[in-house]
C-alpha cells in the first residue's frame, strides 16, 4: 500500500463547475497535510495545508481532512481553465523533527471552457 | 521576500560524469530539503539539511550526496551520472521547526538532462 494514494486522472470538469480531488494515507501518525499545484514543467506551488479534522476554505479553495478516515481532499469552486493543472497531496509526520514530506503521485484536473 | 532559488536552471551532461545542483532558500528558513520529480515515479525526496547537517536521507544510493553552508544553502552532487538520473530536482525550504504549520517552499527546479 503506497503511503499517499490519489487517482491520476486526469478529472475533467467544464468552467465553473466545481472539482474534488481525493487523497488518502497510510499513516496515521502523521499530522500536516498540504494540497500543491504544479503547472506542466513548474515546480509545486503551494495552494493550502490544513492540520485539523474539517474544512478549511480560502477564496475558491476549501480543504477537508478526516483523520478517522485517513483522508483530504480539495474542493475547487468555479473552476476555470487557469485551474487545469497537476495536484499534488502532500502529507507530512513530525518525527524527531526533520521535515520529510510524502507526495501522492497526483491528480491532473482538466478544465474545459 | 525572495524565494527559494536554484540554480542552474538546465543542465545537460552525459554518463559517468558528475554534476552540483545549488539551491539558496527563503531567507530565515534554515531547513533545505531536495526531492527527485521523474514521470514514472513522482516526487521522491532525497534528502533534508539543517544547520549544515543532514537530518533525514530517503532510499537513493550514495552516489547522491549534499550539503549545506553556514548562511543555509545547499548543494546537491550526483557522482558517475545515469541515463535514469534524468529529472527534474527541486528543493525545498522551511524553518525546519517540529511544528505541524512549519511549510515546504519549492524552487523552480533544476531540469538535468543525461545523453
Known amino acids: 500500500q503506497k503511503e499517499v494514494e490519489q487517482n491520476s486522472g486526469p478529472l475533467s470538469v467544464p468552467e465553473g463547475a466545481i472539482a474534488s480531488l481525493n487523497c488518502t494515507y497510510s499513516?496515521?501518525?502523521?499530522?500536516?497535510f498540504f494540497w500543491y499545484r504544479q503547472y506542466s514543467g513548474k515546480s509545486p506551488e503551494l495552494i493550502m495545508s490544513?492540520?485539523?479534522?474539517g474544512d478549511k476554505e480560502d477564496g475558491r479553495f476549501t480543504a477537508q481532512l478526516n483523520k478517522a478516515s485517513q483522508y483530504v481532499s480539495l474542493l475547487i469552486r468555479d473552476s476555470q481553465p487557469s485551474d487545469s493543472a497537476t495536484y499534488l497531496c502532500?502529507?507530512?509526520?513530525?518525527?524527531?523533527?526533520?521535515?520529510?514530506?510524502?507526495f501522492g503521485t497526483g491528480t491532473r484536473l482538466l478544465v474545459s471552457p | 521576500k525572495a524565494g527559494v532559488t536554484q540554480t542552474p536552471r538546465y543542465l545537460i551532461k552525459t554518463r559517468g560524469q558528475q554534476v552540483t545542483l545549488s539551491c539558496s532558500p527563503i531567507?530565515?528558513?534554515?531547513?533545505v530539503s531536495w526531492y527527485q520529480q521523474t514521470p514514472g515515479q513522482g516526487l521522491q525526496f532525497l534528502f533534508e539539511?539543517?544547520?549544515?547537517?543532514?537530518?533525514n536521507k530517503g532510499n537513493f544510493p550514495g552516489r547522491f550526496s549534499g550539503r549545506q553552508f553556514s548562511n543555509s544553502r545547499s548543494e546537491m552532487n550526483v557522482s558517475t551520472l545515469e541515463l535514469g538520473d534524468s529529472a527534474l530536482y527541486l528543493c525545498?525550504?522551511?524553518?525546519?521547526?517540529?511544528?505541524?504549520?512549519?511549510?515546504?517552499?519549492f524552487g523552480p527546479g533544476t531540469r538535468l538532462t543525461v545523453l
Open positions: 525545498a525550504s522551511s524553518l525546519g521547526t517540529d511544528r505541524a504549520v512549519d511549510t515546504q517552499y
Open positions: 499513516d496515521r501518525g502523521s499530522q500536516s
Open positions: 490544513i492540520y485539523s479534522n
Open positions: 502532500a502529507v507530512k509526520r513530525m518525527n524527531t523533527g526533520f521535515q520529510k514530506l510524502v
Open positions: 531567507s530565515g528558513h534554515r531547513s
Open positions: 539539511y539543517f544547520s549544515e547537517t543532514q537530518r
